[in-house]
Nanobody, 122 residues
């Protein structure tokens, strides 16, 4: 089963920006929609952060509205999360959950990435 690969995390100061990217681990799968989730600390539940559907309908959690921007580049088979004005409360491991299917066709399925750490210091 395909996995998703997140990139772009890191450690920044409050007020800085980061851009996360999510793409399938293999070019054999197409991803058309995805959501970003955050686990604040190990053992805690993942919270919804932002999502974009096949038709580019976008939604955000209240805590990131106006600061984060989700987008997708179908040509690059990648979904991005632009995170501006980062705050210490944004700290956590960010996971991508995407809607994927083989390039050759077939049924749609969902896939998760391993997550990527974002740390914000005050």
């Amino acid at each position: 089963q395909v996995q998703l690969v997140e990139s772009g995390g890191g450690s920044v100061q409050a007020g800085a920006s980061l851009t996360l990217a999510c793409t399938p681990s293999t070019n054999d799968f197409r991803m058309v929609a995805a959501g970003w989730y955050r686990r604040p600390a190990p053992g805690q539940l993942r919270d919804f952060v932002a999502g974009i559907t096949r038709d580019a309908v976008i939604s955000y959690s209240d805590s990131v509205k106006g600061r984060f921007t989700i987008s997708k580049d179908d040509a690059k088979n990648t979904i991005f999360l632009q995170m501006d004005s980062l705050k210490p409360e944004d700290i956590g491991r960010y996971y991508c959950n995407g809607e994927v299917r083989p390039m050759s066709g077939g049924r749609w399925d969902t896939a998760w990435g391993q997550g990527i750490q974002v740390t914000v210091s005050s």
